[in-house]
Nanobody
Framework: QVQLVESGGGSVQAGGSLRLSCAASGYSDSGDCMGWFRQAPGKEREGVAT???????TYADSVKGRFTISKDNAKHTLYLQMNSLKPEDSAVYYC????????????????????WGQGTQVTVSS
């Protein structure tokens, strides 16, 4: 049973930093595509950053240069380092996995992911 558990959310002032973590368990995640998505109130869930088995990363234009996605396969953990945070980054952030033994490519649409964490709130104040 695939489980994804996020941590690291919180409240920060604009310009600050946070690091989100997502611990994966229940399957072999090392070759999978994983990503971070976010959803603000009244808005659709959007892709923030993704990483594939070849460690190819993809970012939404709104976070390029500020966010970094990484993965530690030995710890089965996905990370999202968020710097220079803006109030518009405020949202519930979700970790997601496609659930494949091997996955290569750039997948930024939520419907392409089968497994989701419970979400962690990020609030950025101005």
């Amino acid at each position: 049973q695939v489980q994804l558990v996020e941590s690291g959310g919180g409240s920060v002032q604009a310009g600050g930093s946070l690091r989100l973590s997502c611990a994966a368990s229940g399957y072999s995640d090392s070759g999978d595509c994983m990503g971070w998505f976010r959803q603000a109130p009244g808005k659709e869930r959007e892709g923030v950053a993704t990483i594939d088995s070849d460690r190819i990363t993809t970012y939404a234009d709104s976070v390029k240069g500020r966010f970094t996605i990484s993965k530690d396969n030995a710890k089965h953990t996905l990370y999202l380092q968020m710097n220079s945070l803006k109030p518009e980054d405020s949202a519930v952030y979700y970790c997601a996995a496609r659930g494949f033994f091997y996955c290569s490519g750039r997948y930024m649409a939520s419907y392409e992911y089968d497994y989701w964490g419970q979400g962690t709130q990020v609030t950025v104040s101005s």
